[in-house]
């Protein structure tokens, strides 16, 4: 099973900032098979990226993604009121399919 | 409108049964893999089970293998996740979703259900 660690657990940002999610996968996840998802209190989650740095339909372009071996970052360039959720990294590599244990981006 | 919905959650004692539905309107049913992904009360996602358009591949997260089995009804656009030998750690929030195909191998969980609750417990 292909471990998914996001760091940092929580971050504390003001809107207009810059915002740095990093997760690291314990191995291989294959041609960069890693989706990012965003989640708000009492909402399903939503669709963010997907192949680790393609934005999915509809997802403004201040969210970008990358890769380096297997660590990935999402990076959202300019914080709006609406991106204070929960982020969660997700590999499709192989099966179990599996979730970081989420970073949650707060309001300072 | 794209749309899941789920229903058939409840309150299930230890080592009961139940059996999950998620009734998918808006799209093709049938030409999508479709997964079930779990949330418990305060915590992170966690995947539970994918099958593929036809039926017949599925695959499962070991700790539900033998107890939960995921079936679809292409006829119905329906999705099911049929729970037994529940387990208090099995309370969650159960979310289906849709599998979008990228291509190259490239997936994402695109539409998602509100969710059904799942609480075991005597």
């Known amino acids: 099973e292909i471990v998914l660690t996001q760091s940092p657990g929580t971050l504390s940002l003001s809107p207009g900032e810059g915002a740095t999610l990093s997760c690291r996968a314990s191995?291989?996840?294959?041609?960069?098979?890693l989706a990012w998802y965003q989640q708000k209190p009492g909402q399903p989650p939503r669709l963010l990226m997907y192949g680790a740095s393609s934005r999915a339909n509809g997802i403004p372009d201040r969210f970008s993604g990358s890769a380096s071996g297997t660590d990935f970052t999402l990076t959202i360039s300019r914080l709006e009121p609406e991106d204070f959720a929960v982020y969660y990294c997700?590999?499709?590599?192989?099966?179990?399919?599996?979730f970081g244990q989420g970073t949650n981006v707060e309001f300072k | 409108e794209l749309q899941l919905v789920e229903s058939g959650g409840g309150l299930v004692q230890p080592g009961g049964s139940l059996r999950l539905s998620c009734a998918a309107s808006?799209?093709?049913?049938?030409?999508?893999?479709m997964a079930w992904v779990r949330q418990a009360p305060g915590k992170g996602l966690e995947w539970v089970a994918n099958?593929?358009?036809?039926?017949?591949?599925?695959y499962s997260l070991d700790s539900v293998k033998g107890r939960f089995t995921i079936s679809r009804d292409n006829a119905k656009n329906s999705l099911f996740l049929q729970m037994s030998s529940l387990r208090a750690e099995d309370t969650a929030l159960y979310y289906c979703?849709?599998?979008?195909?990228?291509?190259?191998?490239?997936?994402?969980?695109?539409?998602w259900g509100l969710g059904t609750t799942v609480t075991v417990s005597s």
């Open positions: 099958i593929r358009q036809d039926g017949g591949e599925t």
């Open positions: 997700q590999h499709y590599a192989n099966s179990p399919w599996t």
């Open positions: 979703a849709r599998v979008w195909s990228y291509g190259a191998g490239d997936y994402g969980m695109d539409v």
């Open positions: 808006g799209f093709t049913f049938s030409t999508y893999w």
């Open positions: 191995q291989s996840v294959g041609r960069n098979y």
